[in-house]
Structure formats: structure tokens, C-alpha cells
């Protein structure tokens, strides 16, 4: 199996910024692509960001500019630098990845962590 865990949340000020990180562990061939979501209170989930293997970055228009996804292939990680926070951005994040499983060929599974507090004061 594949556990994914997120780290980094927190309560901050608006204006300020945080870091989350996440790291996929278990036994796998390799990851391929990862990403953030977040769901606010009384809200849907919503994409924030993705990142492919090969680095491709795909970002909520809303959020382009301020919010920068990054990773890295050799530790399986993926991290969120969030700046210039706002209380809208008050959610639970989530870490998302799609893994290529020994035995199951090109097939990718799709796997969540567990979710990390953002929380964004005025």
C-alpha cells in the first residue's frame, strides 16, 4: 500500500505565508503525478495545484501567483508555499498523488492523505 502524510498547516495571519509538505511512503514503483486540494468550511473540495513528474505545474487561477507547488522525485515529496494568505484560504489541505503499484503494470491508483488545518486569522 501507499500512505501519503501532510505536514506544515497551522494557523497564521493574514498576510502571511506557510509551507505544507507531503511524503508518499510504502512500497510502489514511482510516483507520477501529485497535488494539492483544499476544502473550506461549508465548501467542496477544490483543486489548488498539480505537478507532474516531469515538473509541469498546473495552479487555480484564483490562486496563480500567490500559492507555488514543488517536488521531489527522489524523496517522493511534494510542498505547497502558500504567501500572502488570506482568511479564504482557511481549509483543510490535502495531498494527492497518483502512484504506479508493483504488479499492476501502467495502471496509477490514486491516493489521498489524511489532511492538514490551514487556518487564516484577520
Known amino acids: 500500500q501507499v500512505q501519503l502524510v501532510e505536514s506544515g498547516g497551522g494557523l497564521v495571519q493574514t498576510g502571511g505565508s506557510l509551507r505544507l509538505s507531503c511524503a508518499a511512503s510504502g512500497s510502489f514503483i514511482r510516483v507520477e503525478a501529485m497535488g494539492w486540494y483544499r476544502q473550506g468550511p461549508g465548501k467542496q473540495r477544490e483543486l489548488v495545484a498539480t505537478?507532474?513528474?516531469?515538473?509541469?505545474?498546473n495552479y487555480a487561477n484564483s490562486l496563480k501567483g500567490r500559492f507555488t507547488i514543488s517536488r521531489d522525485n527522489a524523496k517522493n515529496t511534494v510542498t505547497l508555499q502558500m504567501n500572502n494568505l488570506e482568511p479564504e484560504d482557511t481549509a483543510v489541505y490535502y495531498c494527492?498523488?497518483?502512484?504506479?503499484?508493483?504488479?499492476?503494470?501502467?495502471?496509477?491508483?490514486?491516493?489521498w492523505g489524511q489532511g492538514t488545518q490551514v487556518a487564516v486569522t484577520s
Open positions: 494527492n498523488a497518483a502512484v504506479l503499484r508493483i504488479g499492476f503494470g501502467s495502471r496509477q491508483f490514486e491516493y
Open positions: 505537478i507532474t513528474r516531469g515538473y509541469s505545474t
